[in-house]
């Protein structure tokens, strides 16, 4: 795996979306690097988001989230609404959060509402898109990659601070 770390021990990946072909490109670049992502699709996609994103704190992972923003009929399942619960139920836990719309901008622009800057918790992949061509399996594990060393920095102030 390019000499990384085993992600699939830290991470937990999920795919949130109701787009069966960007679900299995997604989930086709995560095979290259031998990650089998849990896919949440048909429905309640809030509630299993949230779920899943606490069992995997559970197990001691963090949740990389690929995340649509428009999944089916349900207004209350939409990305940003989500990734506001995440916010709300994983607060000082955090993970990563890829977002995967064909409106990129936009998700963005609305992700940006939900989380202040003050809230590191979680990181938003701003550049990193399915529909953009810098989208590959190197990319995801180079994002992983710095966010793990950005927890471990995290940690490292945190204890010199309180120790």
């Known amino acids: 795996m390019n000499g990384n770390i ?9 795919i949130v979306d109701d787009s069966s072909n960007k679900i299995e490109f997604i989930k086709q670049t995560l095979l290259d690097i ?3 992502p849990y896919v949440i ?3 309640m996609y809030c509630r299993r988001t949230i779920f899943t994103a606490i069992e995997a704190h559970e197990k001691g992972k963090i949740p990389a989230i690929f995340l649509d923003e428009y999944l089916g009929t349900n207004e209350l399942d939409s990305g940003t609404l989500i990734s506001f619960a995440l916010s709300e139920y994983l607060k000082g836990k955090g993970g990563i959060l890829f977002p995967t719309s064909p409106f990129h901008q936009l998700q963005l622009e609305k992700w940006s509402k ?3 800057e003050e809230q590191d918790d979680w990181y938003i992949e701003k550049d990193l898109n399915p529909l953009s061509e810098n989208f590959n399996s ?3 594990s180079r994002v992983c990659n710095e966010f793990l060393s950005y927890v471990d920095s995290k940690e490292e102030r945190s204890e010199r601070k309180h120790g």
């Open 138 to 140: 190197r990319e995801i």
């Open 114 to 116: 939900v989380f202040s």
């Open 41 to 43: 699709n048909r429905g």
């Open 34 to 36: 031998d990650i089998e």
């Open 6 to 14: 085993d992600l699939n021990d830290k991470f937990r990946f999920i």
